[in-house]
Structure formats: C-alpha cells, structure tokens
C-alpha cells in the first residue's frame, strides 16, 4: 500500500480528493481512504496539497530503491 | 445504468487538455480576448506531465548565452540535430520554441515561480541557476516548478478561463471539412459535455507509454514514467477526425537504465543529481566521472564547457554497453559535498514524483554518500514518439480549425510545453476572430457516446481495464523493435485485429468506464502504430528503430502520415522539410 491517510489528522476537506490526477482517492462519510491504490503512480500531489499533513505516500515494495553499502 | 445528463457549453476556443501546453494557451488565448474553455480529464491543479512539478525548464538565455557568443541559430541547430526533441522532428518547430522561449519561460516568475536565489549555488548573472542538459552550455534553469501547475492554472482562471476538470474527452466534433469542438464523458459525474467551438487545440500527451508494459513487472501504474492520461488519446482523436498523426512507426527508449527496482532516473547520473552523481563498477572503478559546470566569468567559458560536455556524453554511453556485456555497476554520490547534497534534496523535492522518493529515502535515513545504487539495464521500449502534423508554425492541422501543440509537435519538456501552447493559443483566439459561432452537429456523437458508455456498463461480466490492457501490452512487446518484413507486420495487424474481436470490456462505475475508454484509445492508437510501420516499409531500417541516437531521423525528408476516413485507415506521406 503506497498512500497511508493518517485518520486523526484528516479533516475530511476533500482537497486531495478534488486533485488526485488518478482519481484514487475518494470521500464518502469520514476521512479520505484511497479506493483505487494500483493506479496511485506516487506523483505525491495529495502529500503536498494536504492541508493538514495527514497523508504520505511511500514507494511500494515492488517498486521501491534498492541500495548496497561498499 | 446511469442516466447521462448532457450538458453543452459555448467557446470561441476549445482546449483539450490542461497541461502546461493546455494552460499556456489558455492563457495566451484569453489575453488575445476569446472565451475560452479547457476540457481536463483529471484537474488541471496536478495533471499532466508537469502534474507534482519540474525542477528545471529548457530555454535559450539572451542576456547570458549572447555573451558568451551562443546564439538562437546555434540552439536551433543543437535541438534538431540532437534528435533528442522529437515528435513531428521540425526545424520550423523547433525554431518557435527557441526564439520565444527567452521571454516566456522567464514570465513564470510574474506567476509566483522562484527562479531568482541567493546562495551562491550554481548562479550566473540574475541569480539564475543554468545546468547542464543536452547542449553545449546549459539552457535549462533550475527553479522552484513544484506547483507550475497550480500557478498557471491560477492564471488562467484569473483571466477568465473556464477549466472543466474530470472531463475526458472522446470524440472530436466535425462539420464538413472543420472541427467544431468535442464531446466528453464525466469521469465522476453521469455527464456528457459538449463544447461547441471556434477552433479546437489538441494539449494532449505526446508519448503513449501504456503501450508497453513493465518491464519490472509490477502491476502498479508507478513504473510510467508519465501519469496514466499519457494514453495518446489526442492522436486517436486527431486521426478520427482526419488530422495525419507521424511517427508512430518509431519507438523511443524511456531510459537505457534505471535505479533498480525504482522506475525513474530522473536524469542519472546528471539531471536533478547533477553535478555530483558519477557511475562506478562493482570495484569502485569510476565509470561516469561527476560532472561540474565551468565558471562564467572563465574567458574560454564557450569551449572549456564544450569540451567539458563532450568528454561526460562520452563517457555516459559506455553505460549501457556495459551493462549490456553484463557488468555490474552502481550509480553513486560518495564526492558529494553538504552543500551538493542538499541541493540534491531541494531538486528531487521539485521534479514530480521524485519527492516520493526523497521521501522514501529520508525515512529510511539513507545516507547518499554511501548507499550505492545498482542499475538495471534497459531497453525499455516505449511507443511512440509521435505528433499530429501541422501545416506550419501557425500550428493548424491539415484539418480546418483545429490545432494542435505542446508535446503533440515537440516531445520536449516543459519549456516546449509551455512555448508552443501560448504561441498556438495566440493563434488559435486571432484565428476564431474571423469565424461565426459553429452549428451545434453534436446529436450523433452524443448518442454515439451514451451508446459506447452503456454497452461498457452492460457488460456486468465483461474484461477488466486492466486485462485489456495487458493483453495489448503483452502482444506489442513481443514485436516492437523487432526487425520486420510484410509478413510479420500483415501478422501483427492481423493479431491486434483478432485481440480487439475477443475484446468485452465491462465496467462497473464511471471511474472503471473511463479507464475501459482510455484502454480502447490504446487499441486505436495500436491500429495506427501498426498501420505506419506497414506505410514506412520500403524507406528505413526495423520496425520501431531502437538504435544509438534514440529517436528519429528523418533521411528522406517524408513523414509517414496516418488517420481515418469513415473508419478506415489511411497513410499519406508529407514533406517534413528536412535535407
């Protein structure tokens, strides 16, 4: 899972909802949850328009950075 | 079912799209007093390309690059002959771009884009942060784009732009010979929207990276380099209304390598890592050396920086190479200074989705310094370089009203983006000044839609999105870059051709629908690849070229042109001016 929505901080204003290009996020009754995750492509808009800093997005496993120390 | 309320609206200028190219015109175009509307599939706040932001824009720099005796006509020259700007591959093009790119891409700053510091990193005069890209001195600035976005749409709607988010559009409207608009889907509303318009722009996406599939073989849409809209939905507009649609017949690399398993190099080992990222093998032996700039005031500025470019080009491309004869190598900031360092941070914070990633690595207290990065080599194959013809820098296509611009001319960056959508804006408002309201023709394509859009939501069983996604992507794959003859390009019409029969999509709400219509614009725009490589048979080499240079070049002076007429394909061949 790549979007973690921090349930306490969310004010359920909508604004990552209104501007999440892939129209993952959505908002019913309560906090924004993603209903679409695949298709987050982790461009890290609703992390950055969030007024109240209750979203972060991290890569998934699949695709995360694999590094050595030498 | 959902019962599809249609609603219809009125412009003097329709844009389709709300990228950078999409706002740029916009703007440009109200300035220049037409009413405008722009038809945006997702928000223009934090769509497109450009959607997180850029941390860097390509632009010709009159008052640095003319004293160090680099003139227009020596970057006109570089971006064509580089071939590292393709799309329609036009002098003409290219020419708009760089001579207008120094007073608009320096108007970003009016809109409240820092591109002005004072920390002593990497300034020339004006406190411009130049870096190096792709030319023999710099040309791309360094600024704070991570909300362009959001700045140009503001503007925008400050002058008056009306911008319909969530709006997907999905046939272009026709009277006789001219474009009179476009009819769009809601991606969250049960609406149909007509726009009736003077003249038509296509802003849409230039590379169509959802033909081919992962190569890490992640099932998540985060290994695009480019967000999902990029499905190349303006060229199956454009050829369905019978605007030639060139170069489909050639493939670009997305990259030669990237950092394992992440899908982006954001540039590597230059880029948002320059200066000090360099590339070493498995024994510390330095590969790529890092890469610092020369100082402006250094007399020999013009050659010792010449020198200083071709020497690390040089370099960068034993990369894949070795990569190719199987080496292990890493990619690698051990030299990096704090002060690099944390202009390092401050880019990967800017350039889109790299502030992912620097998130990612913040959290897990990587220390750039001595984490090594192992590259996974590449190709990875990336359909297609293409753009809609236009006749001329006006940026009209052969099709009477309707424009085309940004990356569907130029495969460039944002500075291309942002250029040539406020100059088609211009002409696109002065053009819709000497015609009259167009007739409303929207009733066959509005029950042409609510009919596709039913029979989608219908099909209760049918394939998902993403199976008819795959399954194309799957096929392509296994052909593209591969040397051809007729025979297998007669095969692999016929492949497609048969994959598209067995095709039932189904979709249970507006979101999966949408989605359903964007995987069917990839078959269209399969069908016209296939169509092009058949056309171009008897002129150049493999099927999609994946050669050294990347992308096209043009030796004979003719583009392959494709589009429909009454659903039939058509290719034409078109003068593109070069030698």
Redesign the interface.
Known sequence: M?IFIDQEKCNSCGKCV??????VLWLEDGPAWA??P????????C???CPTGAI?????L????????? | MNDFTVKKHAADVLIIGGGIAGLAAAIRAREHGAEVIVLEK??A????NA??GIDHIQSYVPGIHEKVGYHPEDMIEEDYGWGGNPGLKRKDLIELFVRNSGQDVIELASYGLKFHFEDGLFLFPGGLRLIAQFHYLPTSYHFEG??IKRALTNRALELGANIIN?SHVRQLLKNGEAVTGAVALG??EAVITVVNAKTTILATSGRASRLTASV?????????SA???ANGSGKTLAARAGAEVVNLEFSSLASSYN?????FSVGLPSGSWWPAGRVIDED?NVIVERNQGVAFDDPDYRDKYRQRVEHYSEQRNRIAPLLEQGKTL?FDLAEATDEELNYIWWCLGHE??T???K???E?RG?DLR?????LRPGPRREAVPSGVWVRDATTETSVANLYATGNELILGGGGTALVTGYATGIAAAERAKQLGAPADVSAPFVAALRREAESILGQKDGDGWQNGERALQTLLDNYLGKPYNDRVLTQLAQLVARLRGDLRLGAGNL?EL?RALEVLDLYDLAELVVAAARERKSSLGPFIRTDEDRYPREKDGVSVGVYRQDGEIRTTRLDNGCP
Do not use: M, Q
């Open positions: 790549a209104e501007i999440c290009p892939e129209d209903r679409y695949k298709e987050c492509w982790h461009c890290g808009s992390v950055y328009d972060e997005v991290d890569l998934e699949d695709v995360s950075i694999r590094y050595v120390e030498f | 997702s928000h706040e934090r769509s497109g959607g997180s991570r909300d969530r991606v969250r890490t073989g992640s099932d998540s849409f985060e290994w695009y967000p999902s809209a950092l394992l398993n992440y899908s510390g890493y889109g989705k502030g992912v990633l998130h990612h690595l959290k990587v001595k984490a090594k990065f192992p979101h949408n």
